[in-house]
């Protein structure tokens, strides 16, 4: 059974940074998936940023291109999103999830599918930009 623990939320400046951590843990290959997605209140959940795990792609939205920064600790089965140069805009409640890759999509195609198709959540971390 795949499971899904996010951390790493908070409350910070804007132009501050903040790392978030997604452990997943069930698969018996690399052949996963990890997304980011972020649902501020009032809206839709959309997602931030994916990694295929077998071969490392990455995608991430245009509104975090050159901010955020997917990174793969592999003893600890752990991706971390790294979030520099935060804004107003960035808070969220920032939530993990994680799927198979069948080899199918690329990462950018899974990372913009409904979320209801990724099958495995972890329980959503706060994110604040505030002075």
């Known amino acids: 059974q795949v499971q899904v623990v996010e951390s790493g939320g908070g409350l910070v400046q804007p132009g501050g940074s903040l790392r978030l951590s997604c452990a997943a843990s069930g698969f018996t290959s690399d052949y996963y998936a990890i997304g980011w997605f972020r649902q501020a209140p009032g809206k839709d959940r959309e997602a931030v940023s994916c990694?295929?795990?077998?071969?490392?792609?990455?995608y991430y939205t245009d509104s975090v291109k050159g901010r955020f920064t997917l990174a793969r600790d592999n003893a600890k089965n752990t991706v971390y999103l790294q979030m520099d140069s935060l804004k107003p805009e960035d808070s969220a409640v920032y939530y993990c999830a994680a799927d198979h890759d069948w080899r199918i999509h690329t990462v950018q195609q899974m990372c913009l599918m409904p979320p209801r198709v990724w099958s495995s959540w972890g329980q959503g971390t706060q994110v604040t930009v505030s002075s």
């Open positions: 990694m295929t795990i077998s071969d490392r792609a990455t």
